[in-house]
């Protein structure tokens, strides 16, 4: 059974030492991560490769399914729990041909209705668009405004995740438009004290809640 998508989606900061980057992904995860994903653009394969391995081992001790951004072939190697596919990380088709169809495939959409109405057809398990507020991640990326989760509401029936710039001040206002799911970084992993802020962005989701 496929993991349900909502919550905080923790995203990992560039950190290329394992061991510092693993004592803030724990910190995380005990403050209530719902998702990780494992995103490294910089480091070289090898890195990557060992600490992917080092979080599937400590996102399974918390049982938080691990999510690994634009690899199918690394997630499979690891065996995460699926892969993150961006704009031109390759098709849904050829991540499942690797994956096989237990695993989660989430896909890009930036601001395009269109996007996501495609990877739902296509057998996407989320989709996720963005950003919707000024990103030091991706300073340049394309705006998403709020309104596109609530048209996104009406026409597919995928879990939805937000990202780009949210934080504790405008996540309840992204989960209100309609996202299941809020994917973070920054204010996150570069918050003083790494747990509270993560218990803080999953009460935001109980608060909507209640």
């Known amino acids: 059974m496929k993991a349900k998508i909502s919550g905080l989606y923790a995203i990992t900061p560039e950190e290329p030492d394992t061991v510092q980057l693993l004592d803030k992904v724990r910190c995380a995860l ?62 849904i088709a050829a991540a499942r041909q690797v994956l096989g169809f237990d695993k989660i495939i989430g896909v890009s959409c930036y601001n395009r209705l269109s996007l996501a109405q495609q990877a739902e057809d296509l057998g996407a398990d989320y989709v996720a668009f963005g950003a919707f507020f000024a990103s030091s991640v991706k300073p340049d990326a394309s705006v998403a405004e709020l309104s596109l989760l609530q048209k996104a509401r009406g026409v597919i029936a995928l879990p939805v995740v937000a990202i780009g710039g949210i934080t504790l001040e405008n996540g309840a206002s992204v989960l209100e438009a309609g996202a299941d799911a809020l994917a973070v970084i920054s204010a996150l992993f570069s918050a003083p004290d790494i747990t509270l802020a993560a218990r803080q962005f999953a009460n935001l989701n109980t608060q909507l809640s209640v």
């Open 30 to 91: 005990q403050g209530g991560v719902n998702l990780l994903q494992y995103r490294n653009k910089l480091s070289v394969p090898a890195v990557r490769g060992e600490q992917a391995s080092a979080l599937r081992q400590l996102t399974r001790e918390f049982g938080v399914p691990l999510i690994i951004n634009d690899d199918a072939v690394l997630a499979q190697q690891v065996d995460a729990d699926g892969v993150h596919l961006g704009g031109e990380d390759g098709s």
